[in-house]
């Protein structure tokens, strides 16, 4: 039986949750900023113009979004000084990720537009750690993903963790 692309980017309830956000037509990204508390804020660093964010819907444990905090939806649109701490920031989060959880590899990237998969329109960057024969049963036989960590335990964990990294670094 050969699986389709799709069953292997499947996440229980991001549907549902992509449906509700394009009713709503607000950037989820922006409400999470203002302080919006029918959002779900699971910041775990933030600086003066950026934000690392864990993902509400993770493909594993750890997978966080980095994004800047003023709305853009294109990497072209970040200026130069911007895009050096975007990358900065893309290698900080890798090495927390790699002392926290030890992947063995990441995926990092961007999906900018609709046609590219992207459900939030603000520009963010995915960082998702990746681990040595990480398909399961579960992603075999029935087209779905086992999440092993709740996002409120990584949510805990990293916050603490950049926080020990920012320390490091002074």
């Given amino acids: ?14 549907a549902r949750y992509i449906e509700e956000r394009r009713r709503v037509n607000e950037c989820v990204i922006c409400r999470i900023l203002a302080g919006d508390k029918n959002y779900k804020d699971l910041i775990v660093y933030r600086d003066s113009n950026f934000s690392i964010s864990l993902n509400l819907y ?3 444990p750890g997978h966080v979004m980095i994004f800047p905090d003023r709305h853009i939806e294109d990497l072209r649109e970040l200026t130069d000084d911007e895009s050096k701490t975007m990358h900065w920031l893309i290698t900080l989060t890798m090495d927390v990720l ?20 992207a459900s939030i329109s603000h520009l963010h960057c995915h960082i998702v750690p990746r681990y ?31 926080e020990r990294q920012q320390k490091r670094k002074k």
């Fill in 1 to 14: 039986m050969m699986m389709s692309f799709n069953n292997y980017l499947f996440v229980p309830d991001k």
């Fill in 58 to 60: 993770p493909y594993n």
């Fill in 98 to 117: 790699s002392d926290e959880y030890s992947p063995a590899g990441f995926n990092v990237g961007y999906n900018i537009g609709k046609a590219s998969g």
């Fill in 132 to 162: 040595a024969n990480e398909l399961g049963m579960m992603d075999i036989i029935a087209g779905t993903r086992v999440i092993v960590e709740d996002v409120d335990k990584s949510y805990k964990r990293l916050k603490k963790a950049f």
